[in-house]
């Protein structure tokens, strides 16, 4: 079985991390999603928890008819010592053969490690940007919308994600855009 990891913080899971999914289960047998940064949650850069991350990407991916045995979520929390990051990933995850990345220091420290290094293509990086998306749900720019999946919008606004991230950056009423 060839089996890929794809690690991101995914705060919040968008369309493009979507489409990386869907290309990377093009190229493996098996798929397994790192959550990473795990252990934050309610700041400006990460406000969404672990497990409010999983089941916005199990949703999708319900949504999306991706079969649920070809994906596995894990939640992984951070080390800040790029040097054994990818043991630190080995001891959390089943055996795998490939990382699925675009970021330079990822691509690197895999290769290092001898893992085969898939780099999928860009996928509207202007307007799939979960730091973008972040922002337009604090200035309540409807824009947001349209760069997550259905299920992503249901979710945040069940669990008052866009409440959340508005009382964390101290404001609940729509920011100037600049």
Do not use: C
Not at 23 to 33: F, P
Not at 55 to 65: A, C, D, P, V
Not at 83 to 100: D, E, L, Q, S, T
Request: proline share 7%.
């Amino acid at each position: 079985m060839y089996r890929g990891i794809y690690p991101g913080r995914f705060q919040p899971f968008h369309l493009g991390h979507m489409n990386v999914i869907k290309w990377g289960l093009e190229r493996v047998d098996e798929l397994i999603v790192l959550i990473g940064s795990a252990q934050e949650s309610h700041t400006l850069s990460n406000p969404f928890t672990a497990g409010e991350r999983i089941e916005m990407i199990n949703g999708t991916l319900r949504e999306q008819k991706i079969p649920a045995d070809r994906v596995i979520l894990i939640p992984i929390p951070d080390i800040l010592m790029n040097g054994v990051w990818v043991y630190h990933v080995k001891m959390y995850v089943p055996k795998f053969n490939a990382v699925i990345a675009r970021n330079p220091l990822v691509n690197r420290l895999f290769r290092e490690a001898d893992f085969d290094v898939l780099e999928p293509p860009l996928y509207n990086r202007e307007k799939y940007n979960s730091t973008l998306i972040r922002k337009q749900i604090i200035i309540s720019d409807p824009s947001w919308i349209e760069a997550v999946p259905e299920f992503v919008v249901k979710y945040v606004k069940l669990i008052g994600g866009d409440i959340r991230l508005k009382e964390i950056a101290g404001t609940d009423k729509p920011l100037e855009r600049k």
